[in-house]
Nanobody, 126 residues
Framework: QVQLVESGGGLVQAGGSLRLSCAAS????????MGWFRQAPGKEREFVAS????????SVTNSVKGRFTISRDNAKNTVHLQMDSLKPEDTAIYYC???????????????????WGQGTQVTVSS
């Protein structure tokens, strides 16, 4: 079992930055690939970024490439999502997730993730 708690969401103007954090507990953190997903009102939950447990390889969806960076600190059991140059279309609830199959290769499918946090709201005003 893995428990995940997100933090760092909020309201920001377009062009601004936010840094989301996800604190994990309950299991060996480095055994899990970690991902960030987001869900806007009326839309399905979509992949944003992921990072492997062992090598730190990352994958980022095209719409945020060059603006968002995922990182992890295995010593502190945390994963971060640095979001720069935010746009109104980035407004969503952001979820942290853990995948036992993401040790070597970044996972981008929701189906690969077994543990989810409660989410943190990110609102970008124009």
């Amino acid at each position: 079992q893995v428990q995940l708690v997100e933090s760092g969401g909020g309201l920001v103007q377009a062009g601004g930055s936010l840094r989301l954090s996800c604190a994990a507990s309950g299991s060996t953190f480095s055994n899990y690939g970690m991902g960030w997903f987001r869900q806007a009102p009326g839309k399905e939950r979509e992949f944003v970024a992921s990072i492997t447990g062992s090598t730190g390889r990352t994958s980022v969806t095209n719409s945020v490439k060059g603006r968002f960076t995922i990182s992890r600190d295995n010593a502190k059991n945390t994963v971060h999502l640095q979001m720069d140059s935010l746009k109104p279309e980035d407004t969503a609830i952001y979820y942290c997730a853990a995948s036992p199959r993401g040790w070597l290769s970044p996972r981008i499918s929701r189906d690969d993730y077994e543990y989810w946090g409660q989410g943190t709201q990110v609102t970008v005003s124009s």
